[in-house]
C-alpha cells in the first residue's frame, strides 16, 4: 500500500536550517508529482511547494519562495524540503503529499503523517 513518511523535523533557531524527508513507497515514485503542505496551530492547511514527476519544475508559495528549497530523489523514492532562514511562523507540522499526476494538479490523492517544525528562540 502507498506509505509517505515524513522525518527531518524539530526545533530550530530563527534564521536556522532544516531538510525534512518524505520516503514514498507503494507505487510508482517517478510518476507523480509531489508537494509539501503544513498546518500551524489553529490555522488550515497551507500548500508550502511542489515539484513534478521528474523535477524538471518546482512552485513555491509566497511566503517561503527565496528561503525554501524542494528537491527529490527518484531513484531513492524520496521527496526533500531544504527550508533556510527560518521564522517562527514557519512553525507547524509538515506534510508530504502525493499528487495524482506527473505535473502538478493539487488533486492529493495521499498524505504523510506529518513532521513538527517548531522555529524558536
Known amino acids: 500500500q502507498v506509505q509517505l513518511v515524513e522525518s527531518g523535523g524539530g526545533l530550530a533557531q530563527p534564521g536556522g536550517s532544516l531538510r525534512l524527508s518524505c520516503a514514498a513507497s507503494?507505487?510508482?515514485?517517478?510518476?507523480?508529482?509531489m508537494s509539501w503542505a503544513r498546518q500551524a496551530p489553529g490555522k488550515g492547511l497551507e500548500w508550502v511547494s511542489g515539484?513534478?514527476?521528474?523535477?524538471?519544475?518546482?512552485y513555491y508559495a509566497d511566503s517561503v519562495r527565496g528561503r525554501f528549497t524542494i528537491s527529490r530523489d527518484n531513484a531513492k523514492n524520496t521527496l526533500y524540503l531544504q527550508m533556510n532562514s527560518l521564522k517562527p511562523e514557519d512553525t507547524a507540522l509538515y506534510y508530504c503529499a502525493k499528487d495524482g499526476r506527473k505535473t502538478i494538479s493539487r488533486d492529493y490523492d495521499y498524505w504523510g503523517q506529518g513532521t513538527q517544525v517548531t522555529v524558536s528562540s
Open positions: 515539484i513534478y514527476s521528474d523535477g524538471s519544475d518546482t
Open positions: 507503494g507505487f510508482t515514485f517517478s510518476s507523480y508529482a
